[in-house]
């Protein structure tokens, strides 16, 4: 049986966007289950990347509720691109974008966030 679609495709893309998953929260107190392990993979994210236009982003909006949640998936995207990405705070929101794949450097990414009224987040 062959593999999904999405495996196969050998189209390249300029960005590719995760959007915000519908389950975030933790199982129970005492469960580390979590939604975005299963999603947020470094195998998964490398298919991702593997589809991306040598000059493509990838964009990945995430609900951040702790620190290390935060931490662990930027360490993820720092794993499969070998830059960390850069951490956008989604104004009046929980939410971070994480973009990467684009070497934009520091000035580059606070022009663009303060085009967009988006502060970059402390990493």
């Known amino acids: 049986m062959r593999g999904p679609t999405w495996k196969r495709a050998i189209s390249r893309y ?7 998953l519908d389950s975030q929260t933790l199982l129970s107190g005492m469960s580390g289950v979590r939604l975005d392990n299963y999603v947020y993979t470094v ?5 991702a990347r593997e589809h991306l236009s040598p000059d493509g982003v990838i ?17 993820t995207l720092l794993e ?12 009046d929101t929980p939410w971070v974008m994480y973009v990467s794949g ?14 967009w009224a988006a502060p970059l987040s402390p990493s």
């Open 43 to 47: 195998e998964g994210l490398q298919h």
């Open 80 to 91: 499969v691109f070998g830059e960390p990405p850069a951490q956008i705070a989604v104004t």
């Open 14 to 20: 300029d960005l590719i966007v995760y959007g915000i």
């Open 59 to 75: 964009a990945l909006t995430f609900f951040v509720e702790r620190w290390w949640i935060k931490q662990r998936l930027a360490d």
């Open 102 to 115: 684009y070497d934009a450097g520091p000035a580059e990414w606070e022009a663009l966030c303060q085009s």
